[in-house]
């Protein structure tokens, strides 16, 4: 199969480019990028290509990405497959833009051995229409107490290891598997609080949760669990990935990892970018998250992080979660929000607000979790994967959340006015989503 993209406003993440052009895709690979000027038929010719062979894709001056690489994807796949399955998912990973799911194992029972993670891929390879990367469990049963068969389980296809949101408490047996880890080059990806001060917590301290009454945790929680990681690094020389840094307090402690060359990424999730403390208002439950959503001034720190390249990658944490276990009072709520169908659309108001301008966004959305994983994919370079997203960034919508293919609707953004719509999707060159 040929396809050349044409008239496309091409968002390239690696040269940080956003210009237009044309784009040819033969037998599921980028072969070439063409300037706007270039006459097609001559190219053909000097290419030996027949036109009757190649589809023209007319983009009109929309704007043609590299698909999102979305790390920490929920998938309940076993054990509640009624709030989602790699079915429903993979149709809102392709409707939302993102060609490679990175799942999580935090199911019921947890992925922590070789024959729950080939069942999981063996789903996800049967259903979803998008790439699927399974994680493992970093401990068995993700109880921190004895570490999982790190080697045995990235044979089978484990690309990093994580107990998500559940903090290893125990220092020596998150010490033993960092250094197990490191010595099989496993990616361990950890999520940094302090487990005792966030217990129980369903906001951020301050004025707001005073007032309404909720149990709250101090943004310090981060730093601390950052700052206890980071020493374990020094300790191990782990590849290490903080799933979410979302407060101001943290950064510095990152900056400085960074600087004395530990193997250290970050991630936020969209829903810190975009959204702040004051949002759940009358104790809405769509907005309650782990960890809860931070201050204003923190929400801006981690998106200037973000600009700067300090916090490497923005990620979904879609996480759905059923009607039952949302609509209840907001400090019994289960936390999390689906967002692969979201991810986008809320992106794009770091656009338009001109915090971020779409190369930023798409090295943080496609590139930087594509070589954190060591994937060819999230670049507009020859020989990348045809893993391509076409979308009009300037569509105006109201989020309808009824409208959303995963089975669970719990999106903190339902009803509100969003810019940006994706119009199509490509795995390998084969469609997998189009807007009607």
């Known amino acids: 199969m040929t396809l050349l993209f044409t008239n496309a406003r091409l968002i390239d993440p690696e040269a940080g480019t956003d210009a237009p052009g044309h784009l ?119 109880l921190g107490r004895e570490m999982t068969e790190i080697g045995f389980l990235m044979d089978a296809g484990a690309v990093a290891f994580t107990d998500c949101d559940r903090v290893v408490t125990d220092t020596k047996v998150f010490s033993r598997a960092l250094t197990y880890a490191r010595s099989c080059g496993a990616l361990v990806i950890a999520h940094p609080q302090e487990p005792i001060l966030s217990k129980g917590a369903a906001a951020t301290s301050g004025k707001f949760a005073a007032l309404r009454g909720l149990p709250a945790v101090s943004p310090m929680a981060e730093r601390m669990g950052l700052d206890r990681d980071i020493a374990l690094l020094e300790m191990t020389g782990a590849r290490y990935h903080a799933d979410q840094i979302t407060t101001a307090r943290a950064l510095p402690a990152l900056e400085r990892a960074k600087a004395n060359g530990l193997d250290i990424t970050a991630g936020t999730s969209i829903h810190h970018l975009t959204l702040n403390e004051l949002d759940p208002a009358d104790y809405r439950t ?39 276990s949302k609509r209840l009072p907001f400090e019994e709520a289960a936390a999390g929000a689906v967002a692969l169908e979201t991810l986008l659309p809320a992106a794009l108001r770091l656009y338009h607000s001109e915090h971020l301008d779409l190369p930023t966004l798409f090295r943080a959305m496609a590139l930087n979790p594509a070589r954190r994983l060591g994937l060819s994919s999230g670049r507009l370079s020859a020989g990348a994967p045809a893993d391509l997203l076409l979308f009009d960034p300037d569509v105006p919508f109201v989020m309808d959340r009824f409208a959303l293919k995963s089975k669970s609707q719990n999106t903190p953004f339902d009803g509100q006015r969003m810019q940006g719509r994706v119009l199509a999707t490509y795995v390998a060159g084969a469609p997998v989503y189009r807007r009607a």
């Open 24 to 142: 040819l895709v033969q037998d599921g690979k980028i072969t070439e990028i063409f300037p706007e000027n270039i006459e097609l038929e001559a190219m053909f010719r000097a290419r030996g290509i027949s036109p009757e062979d190649v589809e023209i894709i007319d983009c009109k001056n929309r704007c043609l990405a590299p698909g999102i690489v979305d790390i920490g994807v929920k998938v309940c796949e076993p054990g509640e497959r009624h709030k989602e399955s790699y079915k429903s998912a993979g149709l809102a990973a392709a409707a939302g833009g993102v060609t490679t799911m990175v799942t999580r194992p935090d199911t019921s029972p947890a992925i922590d051995s070789p024959e729950v993670l080939e069942f999981v891929t063996r789903r996800a390879q049967a259903d979803a229409p998008v790439n699927v990367l399974p994680m493992a469990a970093l401990t068995k049963g993700r």
């Open 286 to 324: 769509f907005f309650k998250v782990k960890p809860p959503l931070r201050s204003e001034d923190d929400r801006l720190a981690v998106v200037e992080a973000v600009r700067t390249g300090l916090i490497d990658i923005i990620s979904s944490m879609h996480t759905p979660q059923d009607e039952e």
